[in-house]
């Protein structure tokens, strides 16, 4: 399944990553002439320019304005996303700007570490280097440096830090290797998988090397052979040589252009482009992102408007300033190059840009089909990698819903397998299957599963954003529960829609074993819209004054988990946090951050009954483009940092928890949040011995849609398939799902009785 693409800047500290980022985009991460100004990855949406379908004068209808014909597509061009000027697209694309490597990292020097972690998920990279000279290997100020070995040795903890995981375990891999008979691609993509790999990529690793031992024999030399050619095909590179403004920079740039090949260079200056943006914004100057010229009021007054633009006027100071950039920056390379710095890490990762369209002789995208001659076109583009299939993108665009039939331009059909590229395939409409009309519910208590595609969904989130915008809609959740069965004790005060926030706890649930429950809750006063869903039967309860989400396990349930043995394992007390909005304990306040930070994500909020949730800092929300003020990996590094609601490493007491999807297994344009059972790493989530079970997010309705996540698609303990997959988890899945469970239940413990057959042999 692909997910949409994720580049990250990196490089040794001080070498303008984060300045980088605020160029590319509308945030302002914090910048610094200190190494390590970053800690925490700051992620941001860019804008990529690309030639929007609009402008192919080959499609029907697509002629120049005549009164007679209808209007012209790239006059009809209006993106959901992003923008569409003359024919040039800017689409969407997700950056991430991780903390400053040093020599070493790889050992845990500097931020060492956490920061390549940070890494994982990234499809390309940029590494930023300051070509000023200015800064030493470590980032500290200095002058005369050479930037020139930085490529290399950067390049080269990448590939330590990859190897040195691997070697971990290498032994027990060949053993393993051999016993189950496993190809060199299943074997390694076990390893690989957590850096978002997947079998093609390894593949295309093995491919390229043609090794002629099979892996059990593979040296020291080879692995390491191995692990750099898969570096190459996991990370393509650019490389951005920043700070182009300084005087020293000519010569340090010379040098770095004889020894690497020219198509992974660019030169930049991140900072004059914040610095235009910024003037910009502020009316003293005419700039577009990325353009070669900037006109201040004098300029266009000269030009021949005598109003200057309505620009305010500049002082000697900032003209000087603005004539010097000019001069060393725009002038000279035309343009501050950091679009180009983009353009480039696209070109490296192979990216198509692919243009649904719900009406493929119109190309409109309304409900209705769109298909007037006036009507907007081409309203979604998503990005996908070169070699991307029909299917991936019906998949990423469509989710789960099964296919009938796909269709292009012409209303001719394309098959699943075709490949899509700039100009082929590329202009799709999907058909999937029609969805059989759900038997109605009783509205009572539960709240009907709505399937929604996602960008069905997109089209809901912006629609509720405008709906926020104009009146806060107060958000009583309706309950949901995904067991029919569930015995809600549901007493009056429950009843229908308009529950009472004060009482925004559902009595005692109790439900089946395997099967969850979810409550949406309404903090009063704070607007945060909590839900939980748990994969275990959890219940609440009124007690001492505060009100307790407890997990109960069955008499006969047993668990290797100390914390899941205790009956009524009290994990937090949520009116103890809706009673403070201004906390005095620094675990409520943290919560409550955390809380804060998902809301504003748009996301949801976990709060689950189980004890030991963790949860991951590399959340991906491509397509949540609300303001967000602050990101999710800001409230997973609060709980990552430890505290009463702490992840696991640090407390087994923790109930609060935003699960963030990620993932190359997830539908990619999934959004909610996803909560797991406990005790299962989420770094990386591929990893799971087992999965989640759902996803859900608030709908412009009020009601919490749910979509229940096919197991399927996690990587597990198992055999993995030629798909990546494991058999095991599918299994489960599969027999989870369509409710009979008593079968699922009956595999796990086949599957259980077998593991332990292997361990004991
Ligand atoms: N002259 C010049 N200075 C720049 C440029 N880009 C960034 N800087 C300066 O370089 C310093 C470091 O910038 P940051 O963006 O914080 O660097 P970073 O790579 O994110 O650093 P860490 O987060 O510490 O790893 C700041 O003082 C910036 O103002 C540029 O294009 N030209
Ligand atoms: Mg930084």
Same mark, same amino acid.
């Given at each position: 399944m692909p997910r949409d693409p994720l580049i990250a800047l990196v490089g040794k500290p001080s070498s303008g990553k984060s300045t980088t980022l605020n160029s590319l985009t509308d945030t302002t991460a914090k910048v610094g002439n200190f190494p390590f100004t970053t800690i925490d990855p700051n992620r941001a949406i860019g804008y990529l320019h690309l030639p929007c379908a609009c402008s192919r004068t080959s499609l029907p209808n697509n002629i120049p304005p005549s009164p007679s014909a209808p209007t012209p597509l790239h006059l009809r061009c209006? &993106? =959901? *996303?992003g923008a569409c000027l003359d024919g040039v697209r800017s689409v969407p694309i997700e950056l991430l700007d991780v903390a400053g490597l040093v020599p070493g990292a790889h050992l845990g020097k500097g931020l060492g570490n956490k920061f390549l972690d940070d890494l994982r998920h990234a499809d390309a990279l940029i590494h930023v280097v300051d070509v000023s000279g200015t800064t030493d290997q470590e980032g500290k100020a200095t002058r005369g440096y050479d930037p020139s070995a930085d490529i290399a040795w950067l390049r080269d903890e990448i590939v330590r830090w990859v190897l040195g995981n691997l070697m971990l375990k290498w032994g027990g891999l060949k053993r393993r290797h051999t016993a189950i008979k496993a190809t060199a691609v299943e074997t390694l993509q076990g390893q690989f998988s957590g850096y978002g790999s997947t079998s093609a990529v390894v593949a295309r690793t093995l491919d390229r090397l043609a090794l002629k031992q099979p892996l059990q024999d593979w040296d020291d030399k080879t692995v390491e052979l191995v692990v750099n050619t898969f570096v190459d095909e996991k990370f393509p590179t650019v490389i951005a040589l920043n700070k182009i403004d300084h005087p020293d920079a000519d010569k340090n740039v010379a040098k770095i252009a004889r020894a690497e090949p020219a198509e992974r260079l660019v030169l930049c200056s991140a900072i004059s482009e914040v610095f235009l943006r910024r003037l910009a914004k502020q009316g003293f100057v005419k700039y577009s992102p990325g353009s070669e010229t900037v006109d201040t009021r004098e300029d266009l007054v000269e030009q021949g408007d005598p109003d200057g633009g309505g620009l305010k006027e500049t002082d000697e100071k900032l003209r000087t300033r603005i004539e010097n950039l000019k001069d060393m920056v725009l002038y000279r390379f035309g343009s501050t190059g950091v679009n180009q710095v983009l353009t480039r890490a696209s070109e490296v990762l192979g990216l198509v840009p692919v243009f649904p369209v719900? =009406?493929?002789?119109?190309f409109g995208s309304g409900d209705g089909g769109g298909a007037g001659e006036r009507a907007a076109v081409f309203r979604d583009c998503v990005l996908v990698k070169k070699g991307s299939t029909v299917g991936d993108v019906y998949r990423k665009v469509m989710g789960d819903a099964p296919m009938a039939y796909v269709e292009t331009v012409g209303g001719v059909r394309v098959g699943e397998d075709d490949e899509v590229g700039v100009g082929k395939n590329d202009i799709l409409s999907f058909k999937p299957e029609p969805i059989p009309p759900v038997a109605p519910q009783t509205p009572r208590l539960y709240a009907p599963v709505i399937p929604v595609t996602p960008l069905q969904e997109r089209r809901r989130r912006r629609a509720r954003g405008a709906m926020d915008a104009a009146a806060p809609q107060p958000y009583w959740g309706r309950y949901l529960s995904l067991d029919d069965e569930a015995s809600w004790d549901a007493d009056d005060e429950y009843e229908g829609e308009n529950v009472s926030p004060r009482t925004m706890l559902p009595p005692p649930i109790f439900g089946r074993r395997g099967r969850g429950h979810i409550a949406p809750i309404d903090i009063p006063g704070l607007g945060h819209r909590v839900a939980g869903i748990a994969s275990r039967p959890w219940a609440a309860e009124r007690r001492d004054g505060g009100v307790y989400l407890e997990q109960r396990l069955e008499d006969d349930e047993t668990s290797s988990d100390d914390s899941m043995r205790t009956p009524h394992h009290i994990i937090c007390s949520i009116e103890d946090i809706l009673a403070s909005p201004s906390p005095q304990s620094p675990a409520h306040r943290q919560a409550l951050t955390i809380l804060d930070a998902g809301v504003d994500m748009g996301v949801g909020l976990g709060i689950t009954g189980l004890p030991t949730f963790t949860m991951s800092s590399r959340s991906r929300f491509p397509e949540v483009h609300c303001p967000v003020r602050r990101p999710v990996s800001m409230a997973a590094s609060l709980v990552d940092e430890g505290s009463a609601f702490g992840g696991r490493r640090r407390s087994r007491d923790s109930g609060i928890g935003i699960f963030s999807l990620e993932l190359s297994? *997830? &539908? &990619?344009s999934s959004k909610g949040f996803v909560l797991a059972p406990p005790q299962r790493p989420v770094h990386p989530v591929s990893s799971w011995s087992s999965s989640p079970f759902g996803i859900l997010w608030p709908a412009a309705s009020g009601a919490l849609e749910y979509a229940s996540v096919p197991m399927r698609r996690y990587v597990g303990n198992g055999r993995v398939d030629a798909q990546g997959r494991r058999e095991r988890v599918s299994r489960f899945v599969e027999a989870g799902m369509d409710g009979s469970e008593e079968q699922a239940e009956e595999e796990e413990e086949e599957e259980e009785e077998e593991e332990n057959d292997k361990r004991v042999t």
């Open positions: 209006k &993106p =959901n *996303y719900r =009406n493929i002789a119109s297994e *997830y &539908p &990619p």
